[in-house]
């Protein structure tokens, strides 16, 4: 393979080799490549390749931002490229090519990378594993019989797995820092706000969701961000300015921090001895990197929060599922989407707008409330998971629940889940795997997953920080000064290529 050492380097690093003529700029395109062809069959993190254009690119003028030459992957769910699809792991989608780079996509573009194609995404990214009955199984590279996690599991993987040093990514309950745990690398949640959703959308899923990256290294994703950052015409809100570069905070030291800890989970119900032993190793790290350490967490209405974020949740997949049927002109059918996605639209078709809002109050007033808990603390942390990376299918539904639900989906009788009372019935089960996450998508707050613990199975387990509004600068700081006291970039999965 051409430049074996291709994998010894972050983003930023192989970029500067290209700048100092070290290396060419398609010695390190081919690379990448062969590196996606070797690991790709095992993991099926790519699913949608683009090595014309990505070669052709390589061969050409480069843009002169901080990942010129760097190979990219995008995530298959939102984010769009002129004359390729954006499957979102939909079947009515999966072929059907889109007109225009969406604004991230363009901004990705002139920070330098090289896009190489798309990885894989659960059918409107719903789901915290990555199992798509359209685009296939993406599994874990530290262990190919557990998740990669979701729905950012295929950028998670691809990273992880060392194709590339840096991939696209989306967050809208934990889609981002999920993986990252999953597939021991680093991922950072922004503020809400940060990045731009144009041009085709104003907010997604009532602003919880929101755009950024998964990379190895933490500067990586601080350059990142700088060069993605800011509003975009039309946008709706937008986060605060930062005081400085992100690429600047991730190489400065944080002053003394006070940060709470807890392993007690805000919406599901147990947590694994691993999970809390990771959390400790993390603790310890901290107090002897100087920093405050107080046991202590937000107060969360588990069963209220939970019942309106799927609220919330139902209705966005129902307007999704209208939405793809429109432009693909026909009707919604069960028969175009995953049994669990469009269960979950009936769901959401069996809900009021007065439910609607409702949902959006009670989290608006969750929100508040954790605000409040910054006053008195720098940063949260917590496990970024409930439990290390489950089996493949472990998630999925089966059993006597799966054939209720065929029978629904079969009546379109998302009445009757109403009468049943489906929601909390699901948000009592939903967030078990993944209790942490998804509160801070509510309450726009920077969140992040730092990879500084395995287990003794040898898969990776998260640590989870929450900053307060519009401060990311604290989480890099901090993340930088963890990655230089305890570094993971030697740490290798054994499905590497």
């Not at 405050?292 to 929060?305: G, H, K, Q, T, Y």
């Amino acid at each position: 393979m051409a430049f074996p050492e291709y994998d010894n380097y972050d983003g930023l690093g192989l970029a500067e080799l290209v700048r100092t003529r070290q290396v060419r700029a398609t010695e390190i395109v081919d690379a990448a490549i062969a590196r996606i062809e070797a690991a790709n069959p095992a993991l099926n993190a790519v699913v949608h390749k683009m090595y014309d254009s990505a070669r052709a690119a390589a061969g050409g003028p480069l843009p002169d931002g901080p990942f010129a030459a760097v190979p990219f992957l995008l995530k298959d769910l939102h984010t769009t490229c002129a004359g390729e699809p954006t499957s979102a792991g939909n079947r009515l989608l999966r072929d059907r090519r889109m007109p225009h780079d969406s604004e991230i996509v363009r901004r990705f573009r002139a920070a330098g990378v090289v896009i190489l194609g798309k990885t894989n995404t659960p059918e409107f990214g719903l789901t915290p594993f990555t199992e798509s009955e359209t685009l296939g199984v993406a599994k874990n590279p530290w262990d190919p019989t557990r998740t990669p996690g979701g729905s950012s599991g295929g950028s998670g993987a691809a990273v992880g797995a060392r194709m590339v040093p840096i991939a696209g990514a989306s967050d809208g309950g934990g889609s981002i820092r999920i993986p990252a745990s999953c597939c021991g690398v680093f991922g950072l949640k922004p503020t809400r706000g940060r990045t731009p959703l144009g041009p085709d959308h104003g907010e997604l899923w009532r602003g919880f969701a929101i755009e950024n990256v998964i990379s190895r290294s933490v500067r990586d994703s601080a350059a990142m961000l700088d060069a993605i950052a800011g509003p975009d015409v039309g946008a709706p809100y937008h986060a605060p300015a930062a005081a400085e570069p992100f690429l600047t905070s991730a190489g400065t030291d944080p002053r003394r921090l006070r940060i709470a800890f807890t392993s007690q989970p805000f919406l599901g119900h147990s947590v694994h001895p691993d999970c809390e032993k990771a959390l400790a190793s993390t603790v310890d790290l901290l107090r002897r990197l100087g920093h405050d350490l107080v046991e202590r967490a937000p107060e969360i209405d588990r069963d209220s929060c939970g019942v309106a974020f799927l609220t919330v949740l139902t209705a966005e997949t129902r307007a999704d599922i209208e939405w793809t049927a429109r432009i693909s002109d026909r009707k919604p059918s069960r028969h175009d989407f995953e049994l669990g996605t469009y269960v979950v639209g009936l769901l959401g078709r069996s809900q009021s707008a007065t439910d609607y809002v409702n949902a959006v109050r009670v989290l608006q007033t969750a929100g508040r409330r954790i605000a409040k808990f910054f006053e008195d603390v720098d940063v949260l942390l917590t496990p970024t998971l409930a439990a290390p990376p489950v089996k493949i299918g472990a998630l999925k539904t089966a059993g006597g629940r799966l054939t209720f639900l065929k029978a629904i989906a079969a009546c379109d009788a998302g009445w009757l889940l109403n009468a049943l009372r489906a929601i909390p019935a699901l948000a009592s089960k939903t967030f078990d795997f993944s209790p942490y996450t998804p509160m801070f998508n509510v309450t726009g707050q920077p969140a992040m997953s730092v990879p500084l613990y395995w287990n003794d199975e040898g898969v990776p387990i998260g640590s989870h920080f929450v900053g307060r509004f519009g401060e990311e600068a604290t989480l890099f700081r901090l993340a930088g000064q963890l990655e230089r006291a305890q570094p993971w970039a030697s740490r290798r999965p054994d499905a590497r290529p």
